[in-house]
């Protein structure tokens, strides 16, 4: 047992530094959305181009856009202001040099990343016995960090990259395909049941989509549930992912909806709950569902 909380530690330091090339890789990559679209000729709003001002020469391919810096007085940043967690924690959330706010979504996703590796080694469900059984953690480790970066783009900009949307459907495949491996099974049962979640959720929110125009779920939020449904070992677990995804965005907005901060008509990125939820399902849907739907539907 203690070895297991030690291996969870190693993985929970490697999901800090992962968070922090997570947003790293964010503002980088919000900086060339910006700078694509100025250069296709699309009219950036008042706030996109003070934006733009701001990380433009985060969009650059020289040498000096490699390098972690302030975004606000640019100096290049040392390895004792990058120590994830603590390094935030030690300078107060501020740039050493010009004291303006490094920002929370850093600190956060160095957490959120932390903990989610952590818990995903002491919770895994899959047998690692074998070389394809670390192979398949590996592959989920690799997807959390571009849903992180997902997390943190959708909460700011309110946008799901595609590039990033299809990263995670090559690892999906690779997945899907590592777990049939390793467990078994009738191959047709599994074709049939894979098909069962894709189109459940995928199928349901791309109906909403087309039916309000974009209005309720943005169509990115529809493309991000095709790899995410597709990981789910059977319908049953697509059903669960459903219901915790609208739950969580419930519970989520409920005080700033009483409070009146949030209106009805806002924009809300629903990306994060999403997948929030497909994590939750994929750890502990197995117990979720033995418990409220039985035991049949168990891989």
Known sequence: MMDKVIISIFFGIVGAILGSFAVASTWRLRARQLFSDKSSGYRLSKEEKTEFEFIKNLAKDGKSSKYSHCLHCHRQLNAFDMVPIISWVILGGKCRTCKK???KAEFFTEVGLCVAFFVSYLAWPLPLNSLIGWVLLIVWLLILLCCAIHIVYDSKWLLLLDDITMMIFILSILFVVLRYVL???GLQATLISL???????PGLYGLLYFISKGAWIGFGDVKLLIPLSIMLPNW?????FLFLSNFIGFVTLLPGMASGKVSSTARIPFGPFLIIAWFITMLWGKYIVQTYIGSAFIL
Request: zero cysteines; aromatic letters at 6%; glycine letters at 16%.
């Open 236 to 240: 049953p677990y697509a059903l669960l």
């Open 101 to 103: 706010p490094i920002g």
């Open 195 to 201: 098909a069962l979640s894709a189109a459940i959720l």
């Open 183 to 185: 467990t078994g099974g």
